[in-house]
């Protein structure tokens, strides 16, 4: 079986992202992978669900402990092209993911401004995957959002 990058698991996610981005949603993605395969995938969907749940991570984290058939991830990891929200940290925490790996940080509403006490103990967190395209994406997507 061949062996797979963060970055080309961090690469769906951000495919993910920018579809999320031409639906008219914050170009968020992640995916959730299981011994070297995509087990869920999720994009921003709050809008077209409204639903303020609906965040990437917590689509590819309901799809995936579906098709595992548990509720814990714990030999799992989540690949999102933006640091996770307080609530999407939380839900992680409750999935007991094996490693996180995200791109770009978020300053204004990333789960660090209270600190990695969010995540599990036992999960392994790595951020600045890809962080400038995630970045980029994200920055355009204001920018003509402003316009």
Request: contains cysteine.
């Amino acid at each position: 079986m061949p062996t797979f990058s963060d970055e080309f698991f961090m690469r769906e996610a951000l495919r993910l992202a920018a579809e999320a981005g031409e639906q008219g949603e914050i170009p968020v993605g992640a995916v959730v992978v299981y011994q070297q395969k995509i087990i869920g995938r999720g994009f921003n969907q709050t809008i077209a669900l409204n639903d303020p749940t609906a965040h990437a991570e917590m689509i590819a984290i309901t799809t995936a402990t579906n098709f595992i058939g548990s509720r814990y991830l714990n030999e799992c990891t989540l690949y999102v092209t933006l640091e996770p929200c307080v609530m999407c940290a939380g839900a992680c925490f409750w999935a007991m993911l094996q490693k996180i790996v995200y791109g770009a940080s978020d300053e204004k509403n990333g789960c660090g401004k209270v600190g990695s006490a969010l995540f599990h103990p036992k999960t392994e967190v790595v951020s600045g995957v890809i962080a400038e395209e995630s970045s980029a994406l994200l920055k355009s997507f204001f920018k003509k959002l402003r316009k």
